[in-house]
């Protein structure tokens, strides 16, 4: 790795889009790695004259960073959000929300995670994947984002084909730390709504670190009886049981403001015919 390195400013990699996902590669500079010639691994020799291959010291930790960054599933519109400083605040709750997330990432693993409400638009998703992009690459933790919508989805088709259940959980239970993003979004049934309670379960019982965002309010942070009657409450959406459970395992966060996507643009009227 050249620290000069004007492709990956001394990271050693690069991250860039491949269909659907974020994808991270090395870079040339650690590809002809001078301490293992780019195998990534070396030959070691221990006193007893036993052989074994070792990953390199100079690019392993790289390499093995770069493949926990893509086996996150990371959408590709997100591949420029490598760190959660990449968020910029709109409002005081935005401040405490980007502070909550920095402080997770340098004192992983022992703040736990954080659940960020409020309207769409406002980076609630840049956060949780801000978070996850320093969490692999810089500290080589196990990360999985998932969209709720398609978890459900992904769900139903592998249940559908007969697929035992553990093995469908499985990834989500064990992976270090998970992102359900947008959980609520959409009609969810019975069936549903037992399939994440057993997960949120399961990760709970494990102690592992779970990130959520969604565009619903738990009622704790309902203000006033017009935003109550103004917007969907997570309770609702997803049962008390669950989201007594989410209670105990995040920081629940509530953002205000307004969609920045949208803020500044002008709603065109369609022309007259
Ligand atoms: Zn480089
Ligand atoms: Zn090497």
Redo the contacts with the bound molecule.
């Keep these: 790795?050249?620290i000069g390195?004007?492709?990956?400013?001394?990271?050693?990699y690069?991250v860039e889009k491949r269909g659907n996902l974020a994808v991270s590669r090395i870079?040339?500079?650690?590809t002809g790695c001078s301490e293992c010639g780019g195998r990534g691994v070396n030959i070691v020799k221990d006193k007893k004259g036993y052989t074994y291959i070792s990953a390199c010291r100079v690019c392993g930790v790289i390499r093995r960073n770069v493949n926990l960054y893509n086996l996150a599933g990371i959408p590709a519109k997100y591949s420029h959000v490598l760190q959660v400083d990449t968020f910029q605040p709109k409002h005081e709750t935005h401040k405490y929300a980007l502070k909550y997330a920095k402080e997770f990432v340098q004192m992983y693993p022992q703040k736990r995670g954080f659940l960020l409400m409020g309207k769409a638009g406002l980076g609630k998703t840049h956060l949780a994947i801000g978070a996850i992009s320093e969490l692999t690459l810089k500290y080589g933790v196990r990360c999985l984002f998932k969209d709720f919508f398609f978890l459900l989805s992904e769900l139903k088709e592998a249940y559908s084909l007969g697929t035992p259940e553990n093995e469908v959980l499985l990834p989500l239970i064990e992976t270090e730390v998970l992102v359900i993003d947008e959980l609520g979004k959409g009609k969810t049934n019975e069936w549903e709504l037992n399939i994440l309670d057993q997960l949120i379960s399961k990760r709970y019982n494990a102690s592992k670190t779970t990130l959520i965002t969604t565009n619903y309010i738990a009622r704790d942070f309902v203000t006033s009886q017009e935003e109550y009657e103004d917007r969907e409450i997570l309770e609702e959406r997803v049962g008390a049981r669950i989201a007594s459970r989410l209670y105990e395992m995040c920081e629940f966060i509530y953002m205000e403001g307004r969609d920045f996507r949208k803020a500044g643009k002008r709603v065109l009227k369609p022309p007259k015919l």
């Design positions: 790795m050249e390195c004007e492709r990956c400013y001394g990271n050693g690069l870079c040339g500079c650690v």
